[in-house]
């Protein structure tokens, strides 16, 4: 039966992935006219599959689970080792749990009002620089609402050095070499710091508010009743902290949005929160940040005549997704308005993950994330002006993951 599948019949995909980078699936699967091929990457067999079928298998936890999927080098670099994001079961529940209720409609107002104060403030000093570079600044601004909101002590002088590291965790997950070394330097130092404040909450040194990321998670128990260890509560407290800095890449993005799409900033003007949320859902479906995520099968079972066999890797295509034809109208058309019409239907629009977030897998952040966006794009569009200096380069490129616009987006004049 397998026969039926596509094979590709390089004898390993990892120069083409790393060539190909966010479109590595999607090239195979439009090539050979299928939802999923056969690969070899990095010495194993893997099958990629793309689509909202696709997705909605993937997130079928009786089919799969996370044990064994997510390679060291990356749980050395972007999520920490053993993390939430390698867990089944229980022990993922228990923990994906304390991460929505901290992650609930308040908590995401209490970021948002942050993010308002903070992005305003720097503004003023925007106003002063020859050049700001909006990932960079983005960066920093988001690291000290991060740590606000948390409860993690955070002086003005450690703000750059400590964004640079949640920054490099991130730049990490799709490289090999340098960038991938200085992504485990970056972890290892910030698991030391939030590790040693984990333990000055426990030892009452560091008084933090009762509710807050910090104190939920030193005091955090697994369903064996036991706490984390103080590194393990750490990982899991910069699950928090490192992707409300990465909200800076699609800040990025919806600057070069409004640069590339100058029609949209008068409907951000006249048109309401609404189409400032399609136009953030639009940033995060058009422009590639994640682009697969993987598991392995837990049981056996066929889905179009393949036969998934028990501890297969898998690999899921998000950006490919967000980008099917069959699921989107001229999908490589940046349209705000297609999010009108939106089903919510969680297996098609999966920028953070497929399925629903509190049974599965799918990122928790996704509020945040939205809302931050939108905190930047109305500042973007109606409450600064500001030029884009042509002596700069904004493209991004599709085979380096992660990826931004290569100057970060260079503002000028601000005022
Ligand atoms: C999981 C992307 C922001 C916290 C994920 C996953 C992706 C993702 C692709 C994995 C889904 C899966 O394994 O099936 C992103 C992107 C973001 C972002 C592109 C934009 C910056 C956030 C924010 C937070 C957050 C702001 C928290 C404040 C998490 C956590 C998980 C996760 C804790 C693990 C969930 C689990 O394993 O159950 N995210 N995320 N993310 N994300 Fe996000």
């Known amino acids: 039966l397998n026969g039926e599948v596509p094979k590709d019949q390089s004898l390993d995909n990892s120069l083409a992935l790393m060539q190909e980078g966010y479109e590595f699936i999607r090239n195979r699967c439009r090539k050979y006219g299928a939802d999923l091929f056969e690969a070899r990457l990095l010495g194993q067999k893997v099958v990629c599959m793309t689509g909202e079928e696709a997705a909605r298998i ?29 867990k089944d079961g229980a022990v993922h529940h228990c923990r994906k749990m304390l991460f929505m209720s901290l992650l609930s409609p308040e908590g995401v107002n209490q970021l948002k009002s942050l993010a308002e104060v903070h992005f305003q403030e720097a503004v003023s000093r925007w106003k002063k620089m020859e050049r700001v570079v909006l990932f960079d600044e983005a960066e920093v601004i988001l690291c000290k609402i991060a740590c606000e909101w948390a409860g993690v002590p955070l002086t003005e002088e450690e703000a750059k050095e400590r964004a640079e590291d949640f920054s490099a965790m991130v730049d990490a997950f799709g490289a090999v070499g340098p960038r991938h070394w200085k992504g485990r330097r970056a972890r290892t130092s910030a698991e030391e710091w939030i590790t040693g404040v984990i333990e000055k909450v426990r030892t009452s040194e560091l008084d933090t508010r009762q509710g807050s990321a910090l104190h939920s998670w030193a005091v955090h128990r697994d369903p064996d009743g036991e706490p984390l260890d103080a590194n393990m509560a750490a990982i899991e407290l910069i699950n928090v902290l490192r992707p409300i800095v ?49 598991a392995r099968v837990k049981q056996p079972f066929t889905w179009q005549n393949y036969n998934f066999a028990e501890g297969q890797l898998v690999l899921l295509d998000m950006y490919g997704t967000n980008h099917d034809y069959r699921l989107w109208e001229f999908p490589e058309q940046f349209h705000p308005e297609r999010f009108r019409d939106w089903d919510g239907n969680l297996f098609k629009f999966i920028p953070q993950g497929g399925g629903d977030p509190a049974k599965g897998h799918r990122c928790p952040g996704e509020g945040v994330t939205v809302e931050v966006m939108k905190v930047c794009i109305d500042l973007l569009a109606n409450k600064i002006t500001y030029e884009v200096p042509e002596d700069q380069d904004l493209t991004y490129s599709l085979t380096r993951m992660p990826t931004r616009p290569q100057s970060g987006f260079i503002l000028t004049n601000v005022e």
Do not use: M
């Open 246 to 294: 990465a909200i800076a890449t699609f800040i990025t993005f919806s600057a070069l949005a409004l640069h590339e799409h100058p029609e949209c900033r008068e409907k951000l003007r006249t048109e309401g929160d609404e189409y400032k949320e399609w136009f953030a859902e639009e940033v995060r479906r058009y422009y590639p940040f994640g682009p697969f995520v993987g």
């Open 58 to 86: 993937f997130y079928d936890n009786e089919k799969f689970q996370r044990k064994g999927a997510a390679p060291k080098r990356v749980q050395k670099t972007l999520f920490g080792v053993n993390a939430i994001q390698t």
